[in-house]
């Protein structure tokens, strides 16, 4: 085996060869020429990867790696470990983008020599895209004395156990592109370290990107001081220069490279900086069109004690409780006036008594412009209604508003056919982002605009056409400057009118009388009582050996249409999801989704309950969501709901399923069918499908039953519905 050989695990295993670890195992115990673990532990050893599937193909059980996954596996297993390795490959897609005839050069000689080779080819580059590996600041914003560029240049020693995976990755390269093929093995790096990055959604970075550039003033420079993964710069669509920085080194180069390989800001200049940003600015005389953040929450150790007289306190000195506030400060230091700032911030910050004088100061002098409330789910920590502040730098030629723009977002969340067996708050996939994005935007663009070009003569303050109940409302400065200075938008917008009124409570009373007569009528008669039947078995997997039906799975593609999310299989409900745009430029073809088709099955493989969803033609053309299997049945050997009937079933479910601390896991491939001629499954199929137009009448009653009921009180309690 070479020296620094590529090492996987039994995952890895069994993820090239499309089975189960168990399978892994079994193979293990069973042939003795299976390769020898070379390093790991003795409960999770790994495996030298050119061994294994070398063993795969003598075995027959590996007619192709795909290279995607191959890439993927050297990454990693390197012997560095994952992420240097995602930086040497990011940096050499870089130099196959940018510089292709010389990388076909260096790729033509030994490992050793292109290691060498490499290396003064890549400090060319870098420097090229970054500048120099240490700056003296110049007083002009970019950098300071000794500040050091976040991509260092390997060294021929670190570069030569990447080669291979080097080699590999421009393979995949000219497959899909650079741009994509680093943005697939930076995603695999996410997907598998949870727990490590704190991410901001594409459709929340989205939204804040459009907050910035709406307006006759797009932003053009944009600072990100605690980029993370660059999720919010990444979303700008015309940018001309763009700063970051981040204290974890790792995280600030690979945006680095991220935003290099950006095909849509290929010539836009990128400056990214590894270091403390509160204590350490790497741009203090900085001044952009933007400021986009995301920052860390409730920390107490960042620099309280030693940044007692830092001159970005402008609006007060932040309490030691008081983080997010001195997050504030910072990004309007760093706006030209009139300059925007966008920061994602705790609901706490609103109304937490530590802060109410700096808050007050920014009303007074019109810094803090809109307060909007985001749906839980929209970012992480996922239970809590997180918030977003849109600051504007004041100045000589800049008008202080007295006005402050509060939105709330709570009710354009929910999908619009959202039912009561969906959960209240069910995270980021049951999230409407384009509702949210609607909503913000069509109450922030025009009070925007209001203020730049001034309101019109005699317009009442604090009403510029903004309001809507319960969702938006332009406030006076002075109803807000009480002792608590409390922000939360849900405290200050009049809620909409209870019900829609005693005329929809009686349409609603109407249609919840005629859904419980038809739910009387689809009530299943009793069953004769007779001898339990007992049928030939087969299973999912064989089935689909046999061709009986086709196995999918979902949660990857791109494009406009909406996803069928597995909250929406629990809930019966109409494709509430949206998938990741395509970008406008990209370096090779997006990967494609799985559409739904009638009388496809799809199957939640999470959560250990009982549910399959047969598609209908008003959900076929959707994509699958993650967390969801499809069970394709031909139809000419299967019936789509005897198929379901029979997935539903708690024993079969059971017998199907894994257990772990945390969750449930079904395996689709081990459910049980009968064996039965298709005219009996027919007969089977149309009573389940009886079954499942009496769930969905129960699940129609139960909505229309709360909606009554809340709309009720609500109507009593504000005067609205008088007692009869």
Request: proline share 9%.
């Amino acid at each position: 085996m070479p020296e620094n050989s590529t090492e996987v695990t039994a995952a890895g295993i069994a993820r090239l060869a499309g089975v189960g670890r168990a399978a892994v195992s079994n193979w293990r115990r069973r042939h003795a020429d299976f390769p020898k673990p070379v390093g790991g532990t003795e409960t999770s050893p790994s495996f030298a990867l050119p061994e294994v599937e070398q063993w795969l193909r003598d075995q027959g059980k590996l007619a192709e790696v795909p290279l995607r996954e191959r890439v993927w596996q050297q990454l990693a297993g390197h012997p560095a470990g994952a992420v240097p390795a995602l930086v040497h490959t990011g940096c050499a897609l870089l130099l196959v983008r940018d510089r292709p005839t010389a990388w076909l050069e260096i790729t033509a000689v030994s490992d050793g020599r292109m290691a060498t080779v490499l290396h003064l080819a890549l400090n060319d580059l870098l420097t090229a895209r970054f500048g120099p590996a240490t700056e003296a600041g110049d007083g002009s914003g970019g950098g300071t004395s000794g500040c050091v560029r976040a991509v260092h240049n390997p060294t021929a020693d670190e570069l030569l156990p990447s080669v291979p995976l080097l080699r590999a990755a421009a393979e995949l390269a000219a497959e899909t592109g650079a741009r994509q093929a680093f943005e697939f093995l930076l995603g695999r790096q996410l997907d598998a370290n949870p727990r490590q990055f704190t991410l901001t959604p594409p459709g929340l970075a989205e939204l804040m990107a459009a907050l910035v550039e709406t307006g006759s003033r797009p932003a053009r420079t944009v600072l990100d001081p605690a980029t993370g993964t660059g999720a919010l710069l990444r979303a700008l669509s015309r940018p001309t220069a763009l700063y970051a920085q981040d204290a974890d080194p790792d995280l600030a180069a690979l945006t680095a490279l991220r935003l290099a390989l950006n095909a849509t800001i290929e010539s836009c200049t990128v400056a990214v900086r590894a270091g403390d940003t509160l204590r350490a600015d790497a741009f203090p005389q900085l001044a952009v069109d933007a400021v986009l953040c995301h920052p860390p929450f409730n920390e107490r150790n960042w620099g309280h004690d030693e940044l007692a007289y830092d001159p970005r306190w402008e609006y007060g000195f932040p309490a030691r409780t008081e983080s997010e506030l001195a997050w504030v400060q910072h990004a309007l230091a760093h706006l030209r006036e009139g300059g925007t700032a966008v920061l994602l911030m705790p609901p706490a910050a609103a109304s937490r008594r530590s802060g109410r004088r700096i808050r007050a100061d920014l009303l007074r002098r019109g810094a803090l412009r809109a307060v909007v409330a985001l749906p839980a789910g929209a970012a992480p920590p996922y239970g809590i209604p997180l918030h977003l502040w849109v600051l504007r730098k004041p100045g000589a030629g800049v008008r202080p508003s007295p006005e402050l723009l509060l939105v709330d977002t709570a009710e354009p969340a929910e999908p619009a056919a959202a039912t009561a067996a969906t959960p209240a708050s069910g995270g980021r996939d049951r999230l409407d982002w384009q509702a949210v994005r609607s909503a913000v935007l069509d109450a922030w663009e025009p009070f925007d605009r209001a203020e730049r070009t001034g309101p019109e003569p005699d317009a009442p303050l604090g009403r510029t056409g903004q309001d809507r109940p319960g969702v938006s409302r332009v406030v006076p400065v002075i109803e807000l400057l009480d002792d608590d200075v409390d922000l939360a938008p849900a405290r200050h917008l009049p809620p909409p009118t209870a019900g829609g009124g005693p005329a929809e409570l009686a349409r609603v009373r109407d249609r919840l009388t005629e859904t419980l007569r038809l739910t009387a009528t689809l009530t299943p008669p009793l069953a004769d009582l007779s001898d339990p039947a007992r049928w030939p078995l087969t299973t999912v997997g064989e089935l689909a050996r046999a061709g009986a039906l086709q196995l999918r799975t979902g949660g990857s593609g791109t494009g406009p249409g909406p996803v069928l999310t597995e909250y929406d299989v629990l809930g019966s409900t109409v494709p509430s999801g949206t998938l990741p745009a395509t970008p406008a430029s990209t370096d090779g073809p997006p990967e494609e989704p799985v559409l739904v088709e009638p009388g496809d099955v799809v199957v939640p493989v999470l959560g250990g309950g009982t549910v399959a969803r047969v598609i209908d033609e008003a959900t076929a053309g959707a994509a699958l969501g993650r967390n969801l299997q499809l069970l394709r049945p031909d139809p000419a050997a299967l019936d789509p709901w005897f198929l379901a009937g029979f997935l539903r079933g708690t024993a079969n479910n059971r017998q199907a399923s894994s257990y772990a601390s945390t969750a449930t896991r079904l395996d689709a491939r081990r459910l049980q069918l009968p064996r039965l001629p298709l005219a009996e499954q027919q007969r089977y199929g149309a009573q389940f499908r009886a079954l499942a137009a009496f769930e969905d009448a129960l699940r129609l009653t139960g909505r229309l039953g709360g909606q009554l009921v809340q709309g009720m009180y609500d109507g009593l309690t504000d005067g609205t519905v008088t007692p009869k």
